[in-house]
């Protein structure tokens, strides 16, 4: 395996968390890994974005310029990096902002609409864990546990009242993957 | 009738001879540090640091482990000293171009942190190593070889009145000016440098005392005429008292 | 022992603490501020003491203080910060105080940018400072080597008596990788020449930490004593990485996070068929001369990728002497060289040489 990753949207939406994630979940598994966040005027005007390699050699370049996989979550973000998909790489987008079609034919554009998806499960806060599970399933490099695993790992037992939650909204984005 | 008062050299004070200027008076505050630490302190219980300037060589004087500090950075140096030696005594020994130019902003924020260590800052209101130029501290009309038409608020500044600041700051734990111009003053700059020991000996933070000394050779003045214009000249400027005391 | 991931400047710090560096001072300024910031609540927790100094002028000073009592120290800034630094740190050299130097490195000259860079290596290796004096200089590539080097530092900074630095960079300081934390025990060092208080037959001279030596003959015999450790510092201490080089008929020369990137370039410049190897010096200062002279005896171009206009490539040329040809690709600004750049200056390269 060598997956490389782009997650981006604007702060707050978890973006940065997804890529940890990601990152978390490789590690676990015993893949090398790297996870590299755009710091400050790349993140001017609220923006976010982090590259993810999880590969079965030693990480290269921890800043991914060709994409096996983009995550956008908003706008801005499918326009800056639909391009740094490689072709037949897959670009999955948050239908529930973004309107636009993704222009290129030569690759794989999946929308989930994980706004509407997070509300329907009562907190708008899981929708990068929507997002999450749909990558998981799309790149069928993660199962539902080994997230989990991840958020478990990351956040510590403190937060283990918000597993349910966030192992629903894992769920949920991965059945729409795949349907 | 008593026996004799027999003075010798303070145990904190090595054989080294003195290489200050005659009429100098940075040889009384280095007797002075000297003869406090010794009534006080073992030597293994101090740390020095000296200053870049005329007391440049102090850590070949002071008979106690020494620092020589960048010029101004002393009371950085000494911070560093006292967190990672916090049962030393620690004391910085620095004039007004190393303290109150170039290093204004260290003795500020050691002062501001009240930082456990004393400061024995000498005044002289010139830069005597390196030949006489005009200091923070130059009284307005002073002639420097910097100033050489005397110092005026227009063209070079205005002296700049160190203790009178530290003491606006909450920090310290003392602050005073004392001078060495006769006996009187030698006797009460003992005292005020004893109670700064005493105060980070105790615990108290930051203390510094602002001695007023003389530079004869550089003020092209004789050893007593430079006595004079510490009374006459300085201490006008720049009066003697505890500024602040906690 | 686990594997976790952590941000390179945390896990450059913790590295620390575990070489038992109990004293940190510095300033803020991005993109390095994770390590004062984990400093301050870490060194709480182990008794040791974090100062954030008023400018990094008085941090690397309280260093100095600190480092002279014979204290594990350290201080680590970015670029401009470490300008600052430099008057520090050749007073550290020249009374021969051990501390480590974390420079997390951003584009310049002047405020330049917060982004990653390589541009202060000609400070770093050259000193930086005023003075006759050498500083070894560590480059780590990836987070895990960032906890290695950073305890390593502490042990050849001891052992020498030097500052030594690591020579990091925004992607190093800000990216997080799984990190094992090596189980590591201190050496065994002699401080007697450290400031702790002394008193008449105590059993050692009186410490006087100075770089101060007022007669000529003096300092000279001063710095040819730090040039002997210096040569002996290049003797034992220099490291670097050779990828690929066996059959290689080409060799990219690159450090740090660069070397990283030059490596998935050459990888893929081997799938295109080009014989072409990756030499990546571990410590920049000393410079891996030897292995750079052996392998220009034996490729046809050699090519130094840097984030920056060229500095190391000055020392490639010079190790090289002259055997084969030294091109050069760079990035500089804070720009950030990329995988397709690099594997194209490789084909540019063979397509000359």
Redesign the interface.
Known sequence: MNLQMIFAGFGGQGVLLMGQLIAYAGMLSGKEVSWMPAYGPEMRGGSANCSVVVSDEPVGSPKVEDADVVVAMNKPSMAAFEKSVVPGGLLIYNSSLIDDKPKRADIRAVPVPVSEISSELGSPKVANMVMLGAVAKLTGAFSAEELVDALRHKLGSAKEGMMQMNREAIDRGMAVAEG | MAAPAIYGRP?FLTDAPFHYCPGCTHGIVHRLIAEVLGEKF??????G?APVGCA?FA??YF????????HG?AP??????????PD?IVFTYQGDGDLASIGM??T??AAA?GENITIIFINNGIYGMTGGQMAPTTLIGEKTSTSPFGRTAAANGNPIHVSEMLATLNGPSLIARVSVHDVKNVLNAKKLIAKAFQNQADGKGFSLIEVLSTCPTNWGKSPLEALQFVSERMIPEYPLGTLKEV | MNRQMMKGNEAIAEAAVQAGC??F?GYPITPQNEIPEYMSRRLVEVGG?F?Q???E???I?????????G?R?MTSSSSPGISLKQ??IS?IAG?ELPCVIVNIVRGGPGLGSIQPAQSDYYQATRGGGHGDYRMPVYAPASVQEAVELTQRAFDVADKYRTPVMILGDGIIGQMMEPVTMPEYTAPAFDRSWA??????G?GRE???????YIQPDVLEKHVNKLARKYAAISENETMVEELYMDDAEYAVVAYGTTARIALTAVRRAREDGVKVGLIRPVTVWPFPEKAIEDAAGRVKGMLAVEMSLGQMIDDVRLAARDRCPVRFYGRTGGIVPGVREIHAAIHAMKEEL
């Open positions: 145990k073992e030597q293994d219980e101090v740390i640091v440049v850590y070949n008979n106690c482990d020494m620092f020589e500090a960048a950075r950085a140096v000494a911070t560093g000293i006292k967190r990672a030696q030393k902003a260290e500020v924020h942190r | 109990r004293f001072f003491q100062v100094a008023e400018s002028v008085a941090a000073n309280m260093v100095y203080g600190a480092a002279g009592t204290a120290s008057e520090g007073y009374a400031a702790t208080g002394w008193k008449e105590c009186r410490a006087v930490i100075n770089s101060l």
